[in-house]
């Protein structure tokens, strides 16, 4: 594949791609703000079997390719933008300012924009208990739906109320608004899950807490990877000066050495 690409590595224009004004509120893209590019791509090549190639805005950006296949972009903003080195999920908007003033009048932050990226507009921005999340506005890459159906990435909110939180999302994001292409919301188990044409795109839980001293315990969005071996991840991680979180047959957390927190997944984190 030889997509172009927008902010963070977003996947950029093309003639027959969808746009976020007729599919919107769903994950759309995750993306990984680095204070040295070379080094991250040395870490993520270790310990996921991850290829590079550059984006259109520069040397700053850069795309990862699993199997060819586009499953992130990292940013070496973090400084630039005084942002803290993490992994961040952008949802598809079809108004980044008017996502980013609903996100602020709700009681939410706007830490980075909106800024234009043509072919489009992004933002970044935290929820009232403090988690990082995007928002994008513009065109999608042309094969988005056989992205967001293989899942080479998925993400689940840990926050402190998941009903609270939906509905600061679902406010935000229009979640469940009956519009044609919107998400829809569901409360199974204790959890909310969202889908998107039928799709499960993302979780919801609870039992974050805000004043927590580790950031893995406070309200934020992990990103999970989908992996072959768990356990090679894992090592592969030490190996390269990141860490391992908690470790189980199916699934690992892990840290980079920039502090940043991923899962790594052999198993569907859909279901």
């Not at 040397?59 to 390719?65: E, G």
């Not at 992130?72 to 942002?83: D, E, F, L």
């Not at 108004?95 to 909106?114: F, H, L, N, Q, S």
Request: hydrophobic fraction near 40%; aromatic fraction near 10%; charged fraction near 25%.
């Amino acid at each position: 594949m030889n997509h172009d690409t927008a902010v963070s590595g977003e996947p950029r224009k093309r003639k027959d791609s969808p746009s976020t004004h007729s599919f919107f509120g769903a994950p759309c893209w995750v993306s990984l703000t680095s204070r040295d590019l070379q080094a991250t791509e040395e870490f993520y090549t270790a310990v996921l079997g991850w290829r590079w190639r550059e984006a259109e805005l520069g040397d700053r950006f850069r795309v990862a390719l699993a199997n060819g296949v586009p499953v992130a972009g990292i940013a070496a903003v973090a400084s630039m933008w005084q942002t803290a080195v993490a992994w961040t999920p952008y949802f598809a908007v079809p108004d980044a300012d008017v996502a980013a003033a609903r996100t602020r009048e709700r009681g939410g932050t706007a830490a980075v924009g909106p800024l234009s990226f043509p072919p489009g507009r992004a933002a970044l921005l935290a929820d009232r208990d403090g988690a990082t999340f995007g928002i994008w506005q513009g065109e999608l890459v042309s094969n988005w739906e056989t992205w967001r159906r293989s899942a080479p990435t998925f993400i689940r909110l840990h926050t402190r109320n998941a009903f609270d939180s939906a509905i600061f999302y679902g406010e935000v994001l229009d979640w469940a608004t009956g519009a044609p292409g919107c998400c829809e919301v569901e409360y199974e188990g204790g959890e909310v899950v969202l889908r998107s044409q039928g799709d499960v795109v993302a979780r919801i839980d609870s039992g974050a807490v805000e004043a927590a001293p580790d950031p893995s315990v406070r309200p934020h969005w992990q990103v999970h990877f989908a992996v072959s071996d768990v356990a090679r991840c894992a090592r592969g991680a030490e190996k390269h000066g990141g860490s391992v979180l908690s470790e189980q047959a199916t699934e690992a957390v892990l840290r980079d050495p920039d502090g940043a927190q991923f899962t790594v997944t052999s198993r569907d984190p859909r279901g």
